[in-house]
């Protein structure tokens, strides 16, 4: 099981970025997936997670309607769109799953046990 992240660069504050998340190992047809982020002195933290099996999203509030995740299960492939991003959004990227967990919720309440490498995003002028 792997997850390989990318799409992460530097964007002007109000700008937007997708990140890609391209999965081997598994299908994107019942675990949930989820990306989280980890800025420079600070905790990792859920920005958004989906159930593959129904579709169903979980969003913090300090993302809702900024941050869309989506799949592409052609693709084996996991994104998370962001606009209107923020200098706070900053951080490193990660993709994440949980074989056997199914619900976005509790995928974005716990730490996964398989990671994506990181993408580094940056929000500057």
């Known amino acids: 099981v792997q997850l390989q992240a990318s799409g992460g660069g530097l964007v002007q504050p109000g700008g937007s970025l997708r990140l890609s998340c391209v999965a081997s190992?598994?299908?994107?047809?019942?675990?949930?997936v989820g990306w989280f982020r980890q800025a420079p002195g600070k905790e990792l933290e859920a920005v958004s997670c989906?159930?593959?099996?129904?579709?169903?999203?979980h969003y913090p509030d300090f993302v809702k309607g900024r941050f869309t995740i989506s799949t592409d299960k052609a693709k084996n492939t996991i994104y998370l769109q962001m606009n209107d991003l923020k200098p706070e959004d900053t951080a490193i990227y990660y993709c994440?799953?949980?074989?056997?967990?199914?619900?976005?919720?509790?995928?974005?309440?716990?730490?996964?046990?398989?990671w994506g490498q990181g993408t580094l995003v940056t929000v500057s002028s």
């Open positions: 989906l159930s593959t099996n129904n579709d169903i999203t």
């Open positions: 994440a799953t949980e074989l056997g967990l199914s619900s976005s919720y509790a995928l974005c309440h716990r730490r996964p046990r398989t």
């Open positions: 190992g598994f299908t994107l047809d019942r675990p949930a």
